[in-house]
């Protein structure tokens, strides 16, 4: 029995064509991602202390970054919420990653964005730069205890205070929008400036100087991206600032031996009793 006979079918076209145009359906983000760093997710093999030797690889975009000194997988941060499984440990000495070109040559509607957990405020460190930070291009930068970006050669716009929240993870961006530029932390806007980059030339790097070594980032960096957009069409939801992932709880198979039930047990009782005499104490 068909249940769909031409009245009803019409009806739905026409129901159907009512919800596109009130605009009631998604038409997709509004922001066009060039590259996407995962910085683990992404790269076989992946694994927490694993040395990412052979570099990271884009889940957006097509350019794997060439890694410099020993960058780590890391699971730094749980058992709280962190940005993904997995993130990459920089040591603030050697590492990082960088490949011998731009990602990108705009210099107006366009943000890139990370997730940081810096482990020290001493010196500055660049997070993520596409240019040349002396002369050309943009990027995140950490001046001292303060989260900024800068343009190379035109202007470092860091906050006024104190920013960095050491050991703890923050979403930060860098959007410049119809000649604009704002730097967000965690989803809010911190500092805006109207100077405008040189168009970039150089690097793209992540944790370290772009195009040569130097200011290299201590602490964890995760979930990197760069985007562009149509003039106008930014909006702070477009950030990835919502990205929160826990550990799955651990699963004992309900056929395990006694011996394996009777360890998960003692070591729950022995948690409980840590947190009751921390409690006390």
Do not use: C
């Amino acid at each position: 029995m068909n249940w769909m006979n031409g009245s009803h079918a019409r009806q739905l076209r026409w129901a159907l064509a009512a919800v596109f145009a009130l605009g009631v359906l998604p038409t997709g983000a509004a922001v066009n991602v060039v590259a996407h760093y995962s910085l683990g997710e992404a790269d076989g093999g992946a694994v927490a202390g694993a040395v990412a030797a052979s570099g990271t690889t884009a889940s957006v975009g097509a350019t794997t970054l060439p890694t410099i000194g020993t960058p780590a997988y890391s699971t730094a941060g749980a058992p709280a919420p962190r940005p993904s499984r997995l993130s990459v440990q920089f040591n603030g000495s050697t590492d990082g990653f960088r490949t011998p070109a731009v990602l990108s040559t705009v210099t107006d509607n366009f943000g890139v964005e990370a997730w940081v957990r810096a482990s020290s405020t001493a010196g500055n460190s660049q997070v993520v730069y596409n240019g040349n930070s002396s002369t050309s291009g943009w990027g995140l930068f950490r001046n001292g205890a303060s989260w900024g970006f800068l343009y190379g050669g035109q202007v470092l716009a860091a906050t006024p205070a104190s920013s960095v929240d050491l050991n703890t993870w923050t979403h930060l961006a860098l959007v410049r929008s119809g000649g604009v530029s704002t730097l967000y932390k965690n989803g809010v806007a911190v500092v805006s400036s109207a100077t405008a980059p040189a168009v970039p030339a150089g690097a793209f790097a992540i944790g370290v100087g772009a195009p040569s070594n130097g200011e290299f980032f201590a602490g964890n960096i995760d979930e990197v991206r760069v985007f562009t957009f149509t003039a106008g069409q930014f909006a702070t939801s477009d950030l990835l600032t919502g990205l929160s992932y826990n550990d799955p709880p651990v699963v004992v198979p309900v056929n395990a031996p006694l011996w394996l039930l009777a360890a998960v047990l003692a070591l729950l009782g022995i948690g409980a009793g840590f947190i009751r005499s921390r409690r006390s104490a």
